[in-house]
């Protein structure tokens, strides 16, 4: 009975898992508005109806996909504090981290940019807070490798190689001939480090 109980856990986790795979997917191809409930079932081979059963709507599954993300951003930072001692190693191992989340999270980075508007005020407050909260990480670490420099510096600083990093899982799309993943990561990693040890 508890194989049966855990199994139908599973599966249900698997099955929202996948919805919140396939909707980052569609809504990063076509825009939050270009997007039904209805395609996304499709896309994970459920009706449409059958989304609601792991969300209230098009909107709340939207959240999900960038509040978790968030979560996920803002405990994977805190994480490498809690691994790290020393500020080189921090700022480096922070580096590496955002890199592999760029790499591995391409389409929940277009649906932020695009359609976090489309969030409710709560949704939207939250993933605000959660992102400023991570911002904050960064700024610890650098305050460390710039102790001279303000808060504010350090802040553009953190900003501006997360626009470099999330950026570039975009562009590499489009060259006729793209480097290999290993050497993207590599490039990531070496030019944020130059910017914010600049």
Do not use: C
């Given at each position: 009975m508890?194989?049966a109980?855990?199994?139908?856990m599973?599966?249900k986790?698997?099955r929202?898992?996948?919805?919140?795979?396939?909707?980052a997917?569609l809504?990063?191809a076509?825009?939050?508005?270009?997007?039904?409930?209805?395609?996304i079932?499709?896309?994970?081979?459920v009706?449409?109806?059958?989304?609601?059963?792991?969300?209230a709507?098009?909107q709340a599954?939207?959240?999900?996909?960038l509040v978790?993300?968030s979560?996920r951003l803002?405990?994977?930072?805190a994480a490498?504090?809690?691994e790290?001692q020393?500020a080189?190693?921090?700022l480096?191992?922070?580096?590496?981290?955002h890199?592999?989340f760029?790499?591995?999270d391409a389409?929940?980075i277009?649906?932020q940019d695009?359609?976090?508007?489309?969030?409710?005020d709560?949704?939207?407050n939250?993933?605000r807070r959660?992102?400023?909260?991570?911002?904050?990480?960064w700024?610890?670490v650098?305050?460390?490798?710039?102790?001279?420099?303000h808060?504010?510096d350090?802040?553009?600083?953190?900003h501006a190689?997360?626009g470099?990093?999330?950026?570039?899982?975009h562009?590499?799309?489009?060259l006729r001939?793209?480097?290999s993943e290993?050497?993207?990561r590599a490039?990531?990693?070496?030019?944020?480090?130059?910017?914010l040890?600049a």
């Amino acid at each position: 009975m508890a194989t049966a109980t855990t199994d139908r856990m599973r599966a249900k986790s698997d099955r929202r898992a996948a919805i919140v795979r396939e909707a980052a997917r569609l809504f990063a191809a076509r825009g939050f508005a270009g997007v039904s409930l209805e395609d996304i079932g499709a896309a994970v081979g459920v009706s449409g109806p059958a989304v609601y059963r792991h969300f209230a709507g098009k909107q709340a599954l939207l959240a999900a996909i960038l509040v978790e993300v968030s979560e996920r951003l803002r405990d994977g930072g805190a994480a490498v504090l809690d691994e790290q001692q020393d500020a080189a190693a921090r700022l480096d191992a922070l580096i590496r981290f955002h890199v592999d989340f760029a790499l591995a999270d391409a389409d929940v980075i277009r649906v932020q940019d695009r359609d976090l508007e489309s969030l409710a005020d709560s949704d939207r407050n939250r993933v605000r807070r959660l992102q400023r909260e991570y911002v904050e990480i960064w700024v610890g670490v650098l305050r460390g490798i710039h102790p001279s420099r303000h808060d504010a510096d350090l802040r553009v600083r953190a900003h501006a190689v997360f626009g470099l990093i999330n950026s570039t899982p975009h562009s590499v799309r489009g060259l006729r001939t793209a480097p290999s993943e290993q050497a993207v990561r590599a490039i990531l990693a070496q030019q944020a480090h130059a910017a914010l040890t600049a």
